[in-house]
């Protein structure tokens, strides 16, 4: 047996901890799924409970089926979904459950800052406003849960609280701080203007990291619960899609990440701050340090597959429905899908639109929907792109990872779709493998990110866009530019319905 890292992904849908060695073999990989919980339309929350226990059962099963000896785990480092909140009270004690990323209570929040701050708010965070986003989460604690905000010792984002549980110890890294648009990305500190202006106590905001920092080390508790060691070294990881870009080898400009998780994200490495986007999509810092991205985000992606699974054919496996599409015909005999099962933030930042099928016949069947699902969501990633090539923001190389990039099919939709050559990995982990690194690199077995990445990335494939289905795809994309203008104000008509 020789030493490894954890990787620990805490995702939407699931917790991903891979074991990897030291020259980026994947020795096993343990998932554990736990519940999303939409109370009321716009709500999405999670119990972060859960997390700590779905990521101790993944430990447990990568010691005891995989045989991952816990002494030779040297360290653990974490990726996690962004932006959600978790509030602590003096006691380091969960509040109230954690209000996730694809939560969009917030639309008054969100106008609140904007009117109060507006372009400032934009100069300081590099992003505006938008509901999923930590800040106006907080402010809606502020206002709805004044007792739980009077209570509230401490602020973190989702992988922060599992670090916590695991070693005692707070605090928050770059990437997932640029993502609580409280941080001033031009000086890296808690932004004062921010937190006066809205009343926020800056006591409340965990301390600064980098993703490579050394935490600690697992604490007795933990290790007695999990079966790890108090030997093993905790390394601080980073938001869930820069990790994905680290676990893809995206560390240059031109390159670019297309992650189909639960949310679906294309993504582009930045050397600087940039403003080209005006807005329209969001800077984040990279988990390597003095680097940055871009990106837009499709706030349902693999989950308007999964829910269409869930309502439609849960008597199906999820790979047999795939099936279907495949064998459906491009274009779906006519029918369009809009991503929009829960709002949308890229390009329409609207958390009232809702999703629809447009072109519905009597001669199609369920692998048709499957498929005009797929191309839905894949349209949707589409209008993300176009930000970049108005932009004149090269992208000449995409790499997929996350759940949706596990189906050839998809791959080749989204080759077709994009117009880009889109490449699969070799040792496809998430960013769970980006989080392996952080612990690699943190531990010094690596000089740094780039050179870890050389070792540890391998692409598998690449999907070629076919020009015959190019041309179809582009005359089916016209069409579904349309929908969201032709169905914005019948979205906000059906929105007295929704509850
Ligand atoms: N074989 C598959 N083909 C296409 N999509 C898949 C497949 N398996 C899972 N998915 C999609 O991937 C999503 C989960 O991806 P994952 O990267 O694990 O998400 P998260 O990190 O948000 O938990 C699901 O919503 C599902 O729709
Ligand atoms: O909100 C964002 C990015 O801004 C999401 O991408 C979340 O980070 C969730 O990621 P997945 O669970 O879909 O990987």
Same mark, same amino acid.
Do not use: K
């Given at each position: 047996m020789t030493a490894c890292v954890l990787g620990i992904d805490l995702g939407t849908s699931a917790v991903k901890v891979s074991a990897v060695n030291r020259a980026g073999t994947v020795l096993a990989q343990e998932s554990f799924s736990y519940p999303l919980n939409q109370p009321d339309p716009g709500y999405s929350e999670q119990n972060p409970n859960d997390w700590v226990m779905a990521t101790t059962v993944a430990i447990v099963r990568l010691i005891l089926d995989?045989?991952?000896?816990?002494?030779?785990?040297?360290?653990?480092?974490?990726?996690?979904?962004?932006?959600?909140?978790?509030?602590?009270?003096?006691?380091?004690?969960?509040?109230?459950?954690?209000?996730?990323?694809?939560?969009t209570r917030t639309t008054a929040e969100r106008s609140d800052i904007e009117t109060q701050l507006g372009t400032e708010f934009v100069r300081i965070t590099g992003n505006r406003p938008l509901e999923g986003f930590t800040l106006p989460k907080l402010l809606w604690v502020k206002k709805h849960e004044p007792d739980i905000f009077k209570q509230t010792a401490v602020v973190l984002t989702p992988k922060d609280y599992v670090r916590y549980r695991m070693t005692g110890k707070l605090g928050i890294d770059y990437s997932d701080a640029t993502g609580t648009t409280m941080l001033d990305i031009h000086t890296n500190q808690w932004s004062q203007t921010i937190c006066q202006q809205f009343g926020i106590p800056m006591r409340i905001l965990p301390p600064l990291l980098q993703s490579i920092d050394r935490v600690g080390t697992i604490t007795p508790e933990y290790a007695e619960f999990s079966g790890l060691t108090t030997a093993t070294q905790v390394f601080a990881g980073g938001a869930d899609n820069a990790c994905g870009a680290? #676990?893809?080898?995206? &560390?240059?400009?031109?390159?670019?990440?297309?992650?189909?998780?639960?949310?679906?994200?294309?993504?582009?490495?930045?050397?600087?701050?940039?403003?080209?986007?005006? #807005?329209?999509?969001? &800077?984040?810092?990279?988990?390597?340090?003095?680097a940055y991205y871009s990106m837009g985000v499709t706030l349902a992606a693999g989950y308007s597959l999964s829910w269409f699974h869930r309502t439609f054919c849960s008597d199906l496996m999820f790979a047999q429905m795939l099936a279907g599409a495949a064998t459906a015909p491009l274009g779906a005999k006519g029918l369009l899908f809009t991503p929009y099962i829960v709002g949308e933030r890229t390009p329409h930042a609207d958390a009232d639109i809702r999703g629809s099928f447009i072109g519905m016949d009597a001669t199609q069947d369920r692998g048709d929907f499957t498929r005009a699902v797929l191309e839905g969501i894949t349209f949707s990633f589409r209008d993300c792109l176009a930000i970049y090539r108005a932009a004149g923001a090269d992208l000449h190389r995409i790499v997929a990872i996350g759940g949706g990039a596990q189906s050839p099919l998809w791959l080749q939709m989204l080759a077709d779709i994009l117009h880009v050559p889109i490449q699969s990995l070799a040792n496809e982990q998430g960013p769970g493998l980006g989080a392996a690194m952080l612990a690699a690199v943190g531990l010094g077995w690596y000089a740094d990110c780039a050179s870890c990445a050389q070792q540890f990335v391998h692409v598998g494939h690449q999907y070629e866009p076919l020009s015959d289905h190019m041309t179809k795809y582009d005359q089916l994309y016209a069409l579904y530019q349309q929908v969201y203008p032709d169905t914005r104000k019948l979205s906000q008509g059906l929105r007295g319905f929704l509850s």
């Open positions: 995989d045989h991952i000896d816990p002494t030779e785990i040297a360290g653990v480092s974490y990726s996690g979904q962004m932006h959600g909140l978790v509030l602590l009270d003096q006691e380091n004690q969960v509040l109230r459950p954690a209000m996730l990323w694809n939560d680290l #676990g893809a080898g995206i &560390l240059q400009p031109g390159m670019g990440l297309l992650s189909i998780g639960t949310s679906g994200v294309l993504l582009r490495y930045e050397e600087q701050p940039t403003d080209r986007y005006h #807005g329209q999509l969001q &800077l984040e810092d990279h988990v390597v340090p003095d």
